[in-house]
């Protein structure tokens, strides 16, 4: 069938825009011509109806997309699709819909009661979070802006907390940014390890609330069992200093439960609150732990330690196959 050829009846002064629209804007108004027809207008502060007018005539074929990512309207392409998509979609009444924001839409008065009961009860915010299926976020600014009632037996009110906060470790951290570096709190200890004066550093873990990464921890046993720290004094070594060879494998047992693979995820983490799973003020620099690394590797000899490791493994692997538990085997 032959297709009708419209008529080209404007008015003065609209804009062409491919073969058949046309767009008038006159007098506050914004008017869509097909042919000799008005198709539609609106304000021309009217954007809803812009992106209905355009989207109606995309989908209705009077318009292409490329027509109008040119001049004069210069339309991203991104843009318009998404505008063609929410229009067949959800229908033109889409464009026109409202959303209410009166309410908060995730903490509603229920929510904030379930999570009023769960602080009451003990729970940290990181574990309330997870139980009311909330972020961890969402509930500390709803706690900020008091949308959840503080009960009198809520322990993780501020001055009933044991232990130093997240936020109190945070400016210790960056206040000890003045002297020694960030997170150097333990000065006293990095001063005498400089002098000569202790061989290393003292593990010491103290009380504090939302450790970042604490629950490495949970980890340890299985790091000592799998022969993590069986080298120590005997195949890995290090001169004088702050961090000993049990902090440096400490730090790369944590690493590998952690799913860090390279020492330069490490500047992804706070170091003050990687430092306190280690029982330090902060883990090693990039730089030093490479430095710390080598010279284990250098002065120890890490191919024995791996072959006794391997043997060690084997031999248990052996045993409980066998059901045979602490049997030794000789090779």
């Known amino acids: 069938m032959h297709k009708q050829s419209l008529l080209s009846g404007f008015p003065e002064g609209p804009h062409k825009i491919g073969v058949a629209l046309r767009i008038l804007e006159k007098d506050d108004w914004v008017t869509y011509f097909v042919g000799g ?3 539609y207008s609106h304000r021309k502060d009217d954007l809803n109806g812009r992106r209905f007018a355009l989207s109606s ?3 209705n074929g009077h318009v292409r997309v490329c027509d109008l990512e040119r001049e004069p309207l210069l339309i991203p392409h991104r843009t318009l699709m998404n505008w063609l998509t929410q229009y067949r979609t959800d229908g033109p009444s889409s464009f026109y819909r409202t959303i209410d924001h009166s309410l908060p839409r995730v903490m509603t008065p229920e929510k904030s009661a379930e999570c009023a009961g769960l602080l009451a009860a003990g729970l940290s915010p990181a574990e309330v979070a997870r139980r009311a299926s909330i972020k961890e976020t969402t509930l500390n600014k709803a706690r900020q802006r008091k949308a959840i009632p503080r009960l009198p037996e809520d322990v993780c009110d501020d001055s009933k907390k044991s232990g130093s906060t997240k936020t109190e470790r945070s400016h210790a951290d960056a206040e ?3 002297g020694l570096g960030t997170a150097c709190t333990r000065a006293d200890e990095r001063v005498a390890t400089a002098m000569g004066l202790a061989e290393c550093a003292t593990a010491r873990f103290e009380s504090g609330c939302d450790i970042h990464m604490a629950g490495l921890l949970a980890g340890l046993p299985a790091l000592c069992a799998s022969g993590l720290l069986s ?3 005997k195949y890995h070594k290090l001169p004088k200093g702050f961090y000993s060879a ?3 494998l400490l730090t790369l047992g944590f690493m590998a439960l952690g799913r860090i693979r390279r020492p330069e995820g490490l500047r992804h983490i706070p170091p003050g609150e990687f430092g306190k799973v280690i029982g330090l003020d902060r883990v090693p620099e990039v730089r030093t732990l490479r ?3 080598s010279t284990m590797a250098a002065t120890g000899n890490p191919d ?3 072959q006794e490791l391997s043997k060690t493994w084997m031999l248990s692997r052996i045993a409980r196959t066998l059901r045979i538990p602490g049997q030794k085997m000789i090779f």
């Open 291 to 293: 430095e710390k690394i």
């Open 37 to 39: 027809n008005n198709y």
């Open 231 to 233: 080298g120590l004094g």
């Open 304 to 306: 024995a330690w791996m």
């Open 57 to 59: 005539l995309m989908a």
């Open 246 to 248: 049990l902090h440096i």
């Open 176 to 178: 000890a940014a003045n």
